[in-house]
């Protein structure tokens, strides 16, 4: 198991500085130069001062250095100043996290857990009423945009009916984390996070344990006079799991992306936005860390994924 | 991302079509003439939010780009003087008494006397010295050039001297006097700011800085007081500041103007203009501002807790500018052309059906409500007619073709690109508008949508493979327009990227910045020139100024709308809130 970690974290280095330089040429080779779009638009700065300003932020240097500097900044987890906040970008990064990871979180566990058992329900009234239901919810689910849905909470739930907030963490001048003024923020964020789960989860479950439940070691489980339950929980249910454990792979990044959309309609403070909006304004320094610890939570989390494999699936081994 | 927020907005006036009314065009009161409820007596206390739409970046003026940040800073951090909030003129504020002299070499500003900052601390000339010598040395300012013309500037930025010799701080820190190298007619307001917007607090700042020293290193950049501002001359005393929430400002007592009546000012950052509007109709915000295609809705659906008030917009307008040097249109050069293209467009329908009457039209650089705004009597109005357009083009020597569309002088079909942001809903449509109606004048145009970055990189004077581009300027109130309309403004990455160039602008914009008269008549009789020939020349097809839409809760009261105060409220220390 050690070595095969071990492997896999050597494998990941050659993809991360592919992922770097294929990035960084991305943001480089994009429109305007950040100081350009920096400067106000009625604001007579002379072409001596922009220099001064490119040197500022070490983008005077040729691009080959620069990128040099790139991979010693993601080597040592110092992404250097924001352009526009003049603050570490690493900071600005790690104290969004938690904002982040909240609802994120949340709406993966409700997500799975009603997602998975709705799955489960489905297969085992295959072509009953119930099994229609819940095939076609989860198919209209599945077809509608989440910014959609987001929209529609707000408008209707929010501001029509006035049952949840329009969006953010608390109310103005309320500042607490565990508490029922966030937990109450969180229902739409989290109930947007959770429509992929419900949306997806039942679907893929359903066809898994149909599949599983007509195979020969269901027969012979039932054959040996197993309890059903154990059955279902030790035969079926570990077997159609494993699908799930695939769809998990890039489970780390959805801290860093798929934010965007949520974070915008619910007004989350996110990293999703802050991502967005340094795109849109060139804010170099963080871009590239959200870049380089998307990028490294990714392949993390596929090594996990391969990890969690072999202790679902005897038949799959690490080596 | 962009077809996203298109969509969502599509989805919001969809969902809400049945309850929308027509626009009501441009009869709106203006908020000059609007009624104030003023029957209740104030009382103090309470907390108003205002709703801003992008992030607060930093708190310190030296380092600032962006509105949204000078917007929470400007409450602690101020400059010397106030615009007058009826005529935009400038009038005393943290100095009682301002001066240019005759000569326009030297500035004097005289401060009022018991200025202190929140923390008890004097205000003094020091501060304003400190701060113009922080521009200076920082790195990451894009306001360096304000100062560039005081004596001594360079030395200091470059190390070569511990001070700005031309920054003299007298009578025991009330007086300072500013010595210029060329006399430079808005001093009085380009300086009052000290370089940056906004002046500093010199005994806090000097802990992290030093602004006696030769060594160009150091600077004020980086340092734990950008994000938590120590002591206010402003109205309000920073309290917190949660990153991509809110900034929170509590009181400020000893603020010159008086107390605010306010306890709390809470300046929460949203996500987009969708955002902003729910936060009006809920209540969450107390002010915030609006699109035009938005405020029937908000008007309808928030008749109970919201009053709307529109502002004149003072410093800005947007336009479609030809490129008097493009390759692939040689016709542009021929201001005939260019006035055949301002005959074809129909502004003022543009003006009442894309920005539903929430602007006025522009005929020249200058925006309306400046004091520099020239006689209008005297400028051609270019009222849409597109006969005449097709006459003039044929008098610049244009000839129809067999396909209605014009042949140049040199056999080529008149046929050219319309560029704009792409996002921007308003100026698309006006690219569509200007397709049909150009086409209708025999000019084919391909219209052309780009994203706000490579627009920037494309109107740029080195670049002549560009024809209309459709933009807007957001200036400030003072008028000089140097670095747009000067010949001189036409190298890499300046303004004047269409390629303008009167020798009589030139002189008469000169005149308007260096003197040697700087008296308001003289300086207004120089604008009044270089606006007249921008309306006869058209370098660009002006067109409009958008107004400033904001909602306000009807349980903010106080409020004395002004046509000069859309930026800051100006009499914020009296607003109250009705409990």
Redesign the interface.
């Known amino acids: 198991m050690g070595r095969f970690v071990a492997r896999r974290l050597l494998q990941a280095i050659p993809t991360m500085f592919g992922i770097m330089l294929v990035s960084f040429i991305l943001l480089r080779v994009?429109?305007?130069d950040p100081v350009?779009?920096?400067?106000?638009?009625?604001?007579?700065?002379?072409?001596a001062?922009?220099d001064?300003?490119r040197?500022?932020?070490g983008l005077d240097k040729p691009l080959p250095v620069q990128f040099i500097d790139f991979t010693v900044q993601a080597a040592t987890l110092d992404f250097g100043?924001?352009f526009?906040?003049?603050?570490p970008a690493r900071d600005?990064i790690f104290?969004?996290i938690p904002?982040s990871i909240q609802p994120v979180v949340l709406g993966l566990l409700v997500g799975v857990f009603l997602g998975i058992p709705l799955g489960f329900i489905a297969a085992l009234n295959r072509g009953r009423r119930t099994d229609h239901g819940i095939r076609v919810t989860s198919v209209v689910l599945n077809a509608t945009p989440d910014?959609?849905l987001g929209?529609l909470f707000?408008?209707f739930l929010?501001?029509q009916f006035?049952w949840f907030?329009?969006?953010?963490?608390n109310v103005?001048?309320v500042?607490c984390t565990l508490c029922w003024d966030r937990a109450w923020h969180l229902v739409g964020p989290v109930l947007l996070y959770a429509n992929a789960g419900i949306a997806f989860y039942p679907r893929l479950i359903r066809t898994e344990v149909l599949e599983v439940l007509g195979q020969d070691f269901v027969r012979t489980a039932r054959a040996k006079g197993l309890r059903e339950r154990v059955v279902m929980s030790g035969h079926v249910l570990r077997n159609a799991l494993i699908p799930v454990v695939t769809n998990f792979g890039g489970i780390l990044t959805i801290v860093f992306a798929g934010n965007?959309?949520v974070?915008?309609?619910f007004?989350w403070?996110g990293l999703g936005?802050?991502f967005?909006?340094s795109l849109i304004q060139?804010d170099y320094p963080i871009i590239q860390a959200s870049l380089v610890m998307g990028a490294g939570l990714l392949l993390i989390s596929y090594i996990l994924r391969d990890i969690t494999y072999a202790l679902i699936d005897p038949r799959i081994k690490v080596r | 991302?962009r077809r996203?927020l298109a969509?969502?907005g599509a989805?919001?006036l969809v969902?809400t079509a049945c309850s929308q009314q027509p626009p009501t065009g441009g009869q709106e009161p203006t908020t000059a003439g609007a009624p104030v409820a003023a029957a209740d007596k104030p009382v103090a206390g309470g907390?108003i939010?205002e709703g801003a739409i992008?992030?607060i970046?930093?708190l310190q003026p030296v380092?600032s780009?962006?509105?949204a940040s000078s917007g929470a800073w400007s409450s602690f951090y101020t400059s010397l003087l106030r615009s007058n909030p009826d005529t935009g003129d400038l009038e005393p504020g943290l100095a009682e008494k301002f001066e240019l002299s005759k000569d326009g070499l030297t500035v004097t500003y005289t401060l009022r006397s018991g200025l202190v900052w929140s923390d008890g601390q004097p205000f003094t000339g020091e501060d304003y010295k400190y701060t113009a010598e922080a521009v200076a040395r920082s790195?990451?300012t894009?306001?360096?050039?304000?100062l560039?013309d005081v004596v001594g500037w360079k030395d200091y930025v470059d190390g070569k001297a511990d001070e700005v010799k031309g920054i003299q701080v007298k009578e025991s820190g009330r007086v300072i006097e500013i010595s210029l190298t060329k006399a430079f007619c808005p001093a009085l307001r380009n300086l009052s700011g000290a370089g940056a917007g906004g002046i500093l607090p010199k005994h806090h700042f000097v802990k992290v800085w030093n602004n006696k020293t030769t060594d160009t290193k150091t600077n004020i950049?980086?340092n734990p007081l950008?994000?938590a501002p120590p002591a206010s001359i402003g109205p309000f005393v920073f309290k917190e500041w949660?990153?991509?929430?809110?900034v929170t400002m509590t009181r400020n007592d000893k603020y010159y103007r008086g107390a605010p009546l306010l306890d709390e000012y809470?300046i929460?950052?949203?996500?987009?203009q969708v955002?902003v509007k729910?936060?009006l109709?809920?209540g969450?915000i107390s002010y915030g501002g609006v699109q035009p295609a938005d405020v029937e809705e908000v008007k309808t659906?928030g008749s109970e807790i919201l009053n709307f008030h529109r502002f004149p917009g003072v410093?800005s307008y947007v336009f479609i500018s030809w490129n008097g040097k493009a390759t692939k249109a040689p016709w542009l050069g021929d201001k005939r052309v260019r006035q055949a293209l301002t005959y074809g467009l129909d502004v003022s329908s543009i003006v009442k059906n894309v920005l539903l009457g929430y602007g006025v039209q522009v005929y020249a650089h200058t925006p309306k409500a400046s004091w520099a705004y020239p006689d209008e009597s005297k400028l051609t109005k270019y009222a849409f007619d597109q006969k005449k357009a097709k006459e003039l083009l044929e008098q610049a020597g244009a000839k129809m073709g067999p396909d209605g569309v014009y042949r140049w002088t040199n056999g080529q079909p008149m046929q050219m690109r319309i560029e704009t942001n792409q996002g921007n809903k308003v100026r698309e449509t006006i690219l569509q508008i200007a397709q049909e109606q150009y086409k209708a004048i025999g000019v084919k145009i391909d219209p052309l949508l780009e994203?706000f970055?490579?627009l920037?990189?494309r109107s740029v004077p080195q670049n002549l493979d560009h024809e209309g581009v459709i933009l807007?300027?957001?200036?400030?109130l003072e008028p000089d327009m140097?670095?747009i309309w000067h010949s001189g403004q036409s190298?890499?990455?300046q303004f004047n990227w269409v390629h303008y160039s009167n020798p009589e602008v030139d002189k008469a914009i000169e005149a308007g910045r260096n003197g040697p008269d700087c008296s308001t008549p003289a300086r207004k009789a120089a604008y009044n020139t270089v606006n007249q020939h921008l309306n006869a020349d058209v370098p660009y097809t002006f067109l409009y100024t958008g107004d400033s839409l904001v909602f306000f809760n009807k349980a903010v009261r106080g409020i004395e709308p002004k046509p000069y105060s859309t930026a800051s409220a100006w009499n914020i220390e009296k607003w109250w809130l009705k409990r």
Do not use: C
């Not at chain 1, 907030?165 to 963490?169: A, E, H, L, Q, R």
């Open positions: 994009s429109p305007a350009k779009l920096m400067v106000p638009s009625d604001t007579e700065i002379t072409e001062d922009k001064r300003l040197a500022a932020f100043k924001s526009y906040y003049h603050r600005m104290e969004r904002n910014f959609f929209l707000v408008l929010a501001i006035k907030p329009i969006g953010s963490m103005v001048g500042d965007v959309i974070e915008r309609v007004n403070p936005r802050l967005f909006d060139k | 991302m996203y969509i969502l989805v919001l969902a907390r939010v992008s992030d970046k930093t380092i780009t962006d509105t790195p990451k894009v306001r360096k050039s304000t560039q950049d980086d950008n994000i949660k990153p991509g929430v809110q809470i929460k950052v949203y996500a987009d955002a729910a936060a109709l809920t969450e659906a410093s994203s970055p490579a920037l990189d807007g300027w957001s200036l400030g140097y670095s190298g890499k990455d």
